[in-house]
């Protein structure tokens, strides 16, 4: 019976800045991350803008 306090302890394979570590893992994910927000970004560019808003921007003028 586990009452949830017990941990798992892991160890990480390698670390940043340790011998062996060419910083490819951190480019790979700055690639990742850079990919999903131009992603999100031109679904965001590619929205129509709803008529009820149009109609408020037509108003302005």
């Known amino acids: 019976m586990s009452l949830g306090t017990e941990t798992k302890k892991t160890t990480p394979s390698s670390k940043p800045g340790q011998p062996g570590d ?3 893992q951190g480019a790979d994910k700055d690639r990742d991350m850079g990919g999903a927000l131009r992603s ?3 679904k965001a560019v590619d929205e129509k803008i709803p008529d009820e808003m149009l ?3 037509s108003k302005l003028d």
């Open 22 to 24: 060419s910083g490819q």
């Open 40 to 42: 999100v970004y031109q």
């Open 55 to 57: 109609d408020l921007l």
